[in-house]
């Protein structure tokens, strides 16, 4: 009965998506509208790791970018079927993050928000560095685009399908693995990690494991964007993305796989919706997300709700409970 | 069924169970006793292998397993209930519950049998049962005992380790959760280790006891034989004790 409400509610979101970018013609709005659907893939494979399983990371750019460079060098300079190089930097990114996960996950708390800072700024390091293979600074141009079945997907509206069907299926997998004795798991990491390994979790294990398909989707979603935007130069991967995924997890909620779309569409519409306030507009972003974190605490997620059924109280005259 | 040879483990440099020998036999009680510091969680902490020991060995049913990961120490039969509980707060009674199966589904049992030994738990704590929905940091003191007892049986143990069972309870809250300690021992043949700081009441139940002192064993025997020890009397059951002005 649980399970069905899940389902409805996964299939009238699915709905909402596919009809949305009928109802807007405007090319520049479904290109927005692609970017949410990345970074909802990109807060969604942070927020498994961050919202479940309580382990921070501050290197997810540099995976997202690693997915992004592998696929276009791949493609643009070796000539490499797009897909067969996208699965290519998924393998490779997942196993790369397999591998550093033992020593890094180790760490706890602050310590671990270094360690992952530092893989994510060495990444970046290369990306920049390594100018033969990446361009450099002025990055890397000439990626094809992905095709399927003769249908290239060379415009806005086209890449908005093609990039919302791996979205919500990596929804659909996170949903599915949430709920699994795997997402309890990751839960009771969270709250008492020795706790979870008297109980027989393998704690060490399973941290290492949902780091690694963190990073796996995060490499996804870079070659996605490769294919998509053609283009991509080391600016994209820096450290200030990073943390922009994390505002987006928290602002959307933790631990809620919808959580990560909602977070992921605010902080992707908030600039474009903030160009009226012209140069104002970072102080703007910011005095939001402070407010934000101030009265929403539980993301939007929870806040919206729970704001909605005090409005609707103050209306029917009745006292409501303090949230 | 358990025999822990020489054992000894550090925390870091510091030297926690010098030497510590001890044994249970299959549907035993046994109690571990002393004071603050003695190293009584640090044994169970060894033998479910959370900190393990540098030297010495320590077999169950037979077989050594002083080196194997916390995992695999539960696959084998050895539960335990951590010192101050540690339910898992943001999850609900039930997935408390269901997590303590954890390792039963990963091996793929069949779900009627995991059910069935959740309404057995109900049963045991009905307490629990009119809770199950409620985030479990929500319970009372008592009740997360139960909880954390609840979640540690789920994973059907042959050996249970139970640290401090009756911290910070209400005495009442005590004697309910040693009525079910004693039930389980009488109705299911659960093997117990039992570490407490109220050693009359353990000692009571126990079959057995182990006097630890600064990570050393220093006496052990017949729990009726330790309840009239003098030397036990005075040290820990507050026997004898001396007011001031008597001195």
């Known amino acids: 009965m649980a399970v069905n409400r899940e389902i409805i509610k996964f299939l009238a979101m699915v709905v909402v998506i596919l009809v949305a970018p009928l109802l807007v013609h405007e090319g520049y709005l479904i290109n927005v509208m692609v970017f949410i659907g990345i970074h909802t893939m990109l807060a969604l494979a942070l927020n498994l790791l961050l919202g479940y399983a309580g382990q921070i990371s501050l290197g997810q750019a540099g995976f997202f970018g690693l997915g992004a460079y592998i696929s276009g060098i791949l493609t643009a300079t070796h000539g490499i079927n797009p897909w067969a190089a996208m699965a290519a930097a998924a393998l490779f990114v997942t196993f790369l993050a397999f591998i550093v996960g033992f020593p890094i996950l180790k760490l706890k708390g602050h310590y671990l928000a270094m360690a992952t800072l530092g893989l994510g700024i060495i990444i970046y390091i290369v990306f920049n560095e390594a100018v033969e293979q990446t361009g450099g600074p002025s990055g890397l141009s000439g990626i094809p685009n992905l095709q399927v079945a003769g249908i290239v997907f060379d415009t806005d509206l086209k890449n908005y399908y093609l990039i919302w069907a791996f979205t919500l299926a990596a929804m659909g997998l996170a949903l599915n693995l949430v709920h699994s004795r795997i997402g309890r798991a990751l839960r009771a990491i969270h709250d008492s990690e020795v706790a979870a390994r008297v109980m027989g979790v393998n704690a060490r294990l399973l941290k290492v494991q949902i780091f690694a398909l963190s990073a796996g989707l995060s490499a996804i979603a870079g070659s996605l964007y490769a294919h998509t935007m053609t283009f991509i130069a080391p600016a994209s991967f820096g450290f200030n993305f990073s943390v922009e995924l994390v505002t987006m997890v928290i602002i959307g909620g933790l631990a809620s796989i919808y959580g990560s779309l909602l977070g992921a569409a605010l902080l992707t519409l908030l600039p474009e919706m903030l160009r009226a306030f012209q140069d104002y507009d970072i102080i703007v972003y910011g005095l939001l997300l402070i407010v934000m974190t101030m009265f929403m605490p539980g993301g939007l997620v929870k806040g919206v709700p729970s704001a909605l059924s005090r409005i609707r109280g103050k209306l029917q005259g009745r006292p409501v409970p303090h949230a | ?247």
């Open chain 2, 1 to 247: 069924m358990l025999k822990v040879k020489n054992i000894n483990t550090y925390y870091g440099k510091v030297h926690a169970l010098k030497n510590v020998t001890i044994h249970l036999a299959q549907g035993e009680i046994v109690a571990l006793i002393g004071a603050n510091g003695a190293g009584k969680t640090t044994i169970l902490n060894t033998l479910s292998g959370v900190i393990p020991a540098r030297t010495g060995s320590i077999q169950f049913l037979g077989e050594p397993v002083e080196t194997l990961p916390p995992d695999r120490i539960v696959k084998i039969g050895i539960s335990q209930v951590p010192e101050g509980r540690q339910v898992f707060k943001g999850m609900t009674v039930a997935d408390n519950l269901e997590l303590g199966a954890y390792l039963r589904f990963r091996s793929r049992e069949p779900r009627e049998q995991i059910r069935q030994d959740m309404r057995h738990m109900y049963e045991l704590f009905p307490r629990l049962e009119e809770r199950k929905k409620q985030m479990a940091g929500t319970l009372s003191g008592g009740e997360q005992q139960m909880l954390a007892i609840g979640r540690a049986l789920m994973a059907r143990p042959r050996l249970l380790l139970l640290d401090e069972p009756s911290m910070g309870l209400a005495p009442l809250v005590v004697q309910e959760i040693f009525g079910v300690i004693e039930r389980l021992r009488r109705d299911e043949g659960t093997t117990i280790l039992l570490v407490e700081q109220n050693a009359r009441a353990a000692l009571k139940m126990a079959d057995r006891g182990y006097v630890l002192e600064t990570g050393k064993v220093i006496l052990e025997g017949a729990a009726a034989e330790l309840l009239e020890n003098p030397e036990v009397q005075r040290a820990y059951l507050g026997k004898e004790k001396k007011e001031i002005w008597e001195r």
